[in-house]
């Protein structure tokens, strides 16, 4: 950028001058009034003077088509910069980036589920789809035929192009740059601050090792970085409402918010920047009395469409390509409806007989978000009754299969006799397969639930009480309507509940995680309330055989795309919910929110033996805590003008206050509603959730820095120096660490070396364990 382009885009320091909105300043150019003793008066504003934006990038008039060559170079000089940095992103992210030819940490999942896609095999997980149809796509054009079953630490074979899948991720990551280059200008940043934006996300070890193997963070940080630059582009064409350019940018905004939240669902935190910003830019255009009613209806209108429609319509068709792609049954069927999965290739739930009768042999499917199969196992429970465990399950074997009988005191079923058909109201038994033993309910605890009763298995074949009497309570059917219109119970369709005729209870799987005397397996009891609208008390039959009855028809099961989305939504969310630490499990990997700030705790990726690369997940220390100390610093001169503001001393102008207001916000509210949130989850965090994080810490630095240093009134030889010793401070302390991104080989004791920063009030200290790291830690 030209020198002319630094003093267009000064900020000279007078004092505040307007409300402080994010569009603080970007309908009107405003001054406050100003008296002689040096103190703003209100900071009343003058009318509209040429309505540009002035909070973040300022207009410039568009150049005259160039007439040579030297014209067109020097009119896209200020893309230079930014050039050069992608260059040296691609040299970071490239290098070396074949050296580890085993499977990386999180490889293990990815990869795997990338297979899937291109033998189009039903998985389950718990992040959106995008991410990893990115990653079968990346196979897909390497060469690759999903058939590797990526193992942890496994060696990659010659048929799989994991150079090549690595490079097509690392792509996503190489983009970092040039978007944090480009988001910094069109926030108004001086050419200094672009700079040191793009050298932070350059020399960012962290961003750069995660970026480097078959994984979704590069491209969950891809997205954020696009929707904040889209937004930022928006921003600066609102004096110019409903513009080309204006829709443009708007829309491009709401498919990448779609896109973000299609890759990880912590894209709903800068879905949530976006959103403050959108409200209180409305909030503003409704104390504008000059607009008229129906551009404020216009206004609303374009953000309903773009910023919520256009979103979901985006993270929906992800979905709809998630199904059409994965039309083959595969191994996360279970997580899914009976129904979906009897539209699988290769499932045969389709050809289940239609009407249940006693006799038949089924399984049962509880049909709460992401529930699984009504389980029993020889193992008992070590406490209450001691009897034989029922829990569900989501993988499909023997152990699921259950009879269905008539109860102990009506007439014997007789295989010979003629089909009595199960309907609603009847009274049954359940005897699981493999054992013979009885479902049955007693009044005891559950062991999770206390305040349900145990459900197990008892008895045999010939010995039972009425304790294993359960009474059919038909809800409905998903295919016939409602249960008064119902005969006969249905496969697949007809939603039913269980309630024991004894204790008058419900049979339910709500989700509860059993220890590991359970195996992790979903507890099932017998709830008290009968809340008919409790759908873990539903059940439906799944697999249904019996040899006297006739196969089924595909015509008489249909699901419809909006019930498979919502379903596989909330057991997603349900299983992300579920990943909590483990109380018999010591997770050297995990680390708490408060380490990541200051970087106290790393993440080791892989084996660390002596003959094999070796991977650290740490951060460049110097971008992370001058990140963190700049959130800090910006809430201190905050509350410092605002004080000042207070008493009517004149710090900035109505301009320069706007953009510091504006450019902080971004930035401050972006950090907080990325790291918040980790503190009332529940699930287990690692270092990796931070990165999103970091990204609204590096615009803060250089927010901070620019406001302080290269936008104040110093002289360019103080800024200079101050810059050059920053670039170099953060290249060198990316360059001495750049092993943890690129490779450590060799012994490990050979890089003890890097003990030797003890400076000040920090050392690092590197803990061994059998000549292995369990960790690295940066101690205060």
Not at 99 to 115: C, N, R, T
Not at 254 to 270: A, E, P
Not at 333 to 342: C, I, K, R
Not at 740 to 752: D, K, L, R, S, T
């Amino acid at each position: 950028m030209s020198s002319e382009d630094t003093s267009a885009r000064r900020r000279v320091a007078k004092g505040p001058g307007c409300s402080g909105g994010f569009m603080s300043g970007s309908d009107y150019d405003t001054d406050p009034l100003q008296y002689d003793d040096h103190k703003d008066g209100h900071s009343k504003l003058r009318p509209p003077i040429g309505g540009r934006v002035s909070s973040g990038r300022l207009h410039k008039p568009y150049p005259t088509p160039p007439t040579s060559i030297s014209d067109f170079i020097h009119q896209n000089l200020e893309h230079l910069p930014p050039a050069i940095y992608t260059l040296l992103s691609c040299w970071t992210r490239f290098h070396k980036i074949g050296l580890a030819d085993i499977v990386v940490w999180d490889e293990a999942h990815f990869g795997k589920f990338g297979s899937h896609y291109l033998k189009r095999e039903f998985y389950f997980d718990v992040h959106p789809p995008l991410g990893k149809m990115l990653v079968a796509f990346a196979g897909l054009l390497s060469g690759y035929d999903g058939n590797f079953e990526f193992k942890s630490g496994e060696k990659y074979p010659d048929t799989v192009p994991y150079v090549a899948m690595r490079v097509m991720m690392a792509t996503f990551g190489v983009a970092l740059v040039p978007l944090g280059w480009y988001t910094a200008v069109e926030l108004g940043l001086s050419p200094w601050a672009c700079h040191l934006v793009a050298l932070m996300v350059l020399c960012d070890v962290a961003w750069l090792c995660i970026s480097r193997f078959i994984l979704l963070d590069s491209m969950l940080l891809f997205f954020t970085f696009t929707t904040v630059f889209f937004l930022t582009k928006f921003h600066n064409q609102q004096y110019q409402s409903f513009s080309f350019d204006w829709w443009l940018w708007l829309a491009l905004t709401g498919i990448s918010i779609g896109c973000v939240t299609s890759v990880k669902w912590v894209g709903l935190f800068v879905t949530a920047v976006v959103g403050i910003y959108t409200i209180e830019d409305l909030w503003d255009k409704f104390g504008d009395l000059r607009m008229s009613t129906r551009n404020q209806l216009r206004h609303w209108g374009a953000r309903i469409l773009c910023l919520i429609l256009l979103p979901i319509l985006v993270y929906m068709t992800f979905f709809k390509l998630h199904f059409l792609i994965l039309n083959h049954t595969g191994p996360g069927d279970a997580q899914m409806s009976s129904l979906f999965q009897a539209h699988l290739v290769g499932n045969d739930f389709w050809r289940n007989p239609l009407e249940v009768a006693y006799g038949s042999k089924i399984t049962l499917k509880n049909m709460g978000w992401g529930g699984g199969l009504l389980h029993s196992h020889v193992q008992t429970y070590p406490s209450g009754s001691t009897q034989q465990q029922v829990t569900c399950y989501h993988y499909k074997d023997d152990n699921n299969h259950w009879l269905v009988l008539p109860r102990w005191n009506g007439p014997a079923y007789n295989p010979n006799e003629e089909l009595r058909f199960v309907k609603n109201g009847d009274v049954i038994r359940l005897q699981h397969a493999p054992t013979t033993r009885s479902l049955h309910s007693h009044p005891i605890p559950a062991p999770i639930t206390k305040l349900n009763y145990e459900v197990s298995c008892y008895g045999n074949s010939t010995v039972g009480d009425v304790q294993d009497h359960w009474v059919i309570e038909v809800v409905d059917d998903i295919r016939q309507g409602k249960k008064e219109s119902l005969d006969r119970i249905r496969s697949l369709t007809t939603r039913a509940r269980l309630r024991h005729e004894v204790l008058g209870c419900y049979l339910s799987a709500a989700n509860k995680v059993l220890p590991q005397w359970g195996f992790k397996q979903i507890e099932v009891s017998c709830v008290k309330e009968n809340d008919p609208d409790d759908i873990h008390t539903y059940w439906n039959v799944e697999s249904h055989w019996n040899d006297r009855l006739p196969a089924g028809d595909v015509k008489h099961y249909k699901s419809a795309f909006l019930r498979d989305f919502w379903h596989l939504n909330v057991a997603m969310m349900t299983s992300n919910n579920a990943l909590v630490p483990d109380p018999d499990k010591d997770d050297i990997l995990a680390s708490h929110p408060t380490d990541w700030p200051w970087l106290r705790l790393g993440l080791r990726m892989c084996g660390w033996g002596d003959n094999q690369p070796k991977y650290y997940l740490l951060g460049t220390p110097l971008v992370w805590w001058g990140g963190t100390l700049s959130l800090i610093v910006f809430v201190a001169l905050l509350g410092i003008y605002l004080v000042r503001w207070q008493r009517r001393y004149v710090d900035m102008d109505a301009t320069g206050w706007a953009h510091f207001l504006y450019v902080g916000k971004v930035a401050f509210y972006g950090w907080f509603l990325h790291y918040a949130p980790f503190f009332i989850m529940g699930r287990v965090t690692y270092l990796h959730h931070y990165l999103p994080t970091l990204y609204f810490s590096v615009l803060m630095s250089a927010h901070v820095m620019d406001h302080c240093i290269f936008s104040a009134r110093w002289k360019e030889k103080t800024k200079r120096i101050l810059f050059g010793v920053t670039a170099f401070a953060i290249v060198a302390n990316f360059w001495w660490f750049r092993g943890m991104a690129w490779g450590i080989e060799g012994p490990v004791n050979e890089y003890w070396g890097l003990q030797w920063r003890k400076v000040g009030f920090f050392s690092v200290v590197m803990e061994a364990c059998d000549d292995n790291w369990s960790a690295i830690r940066l101690s205060f």
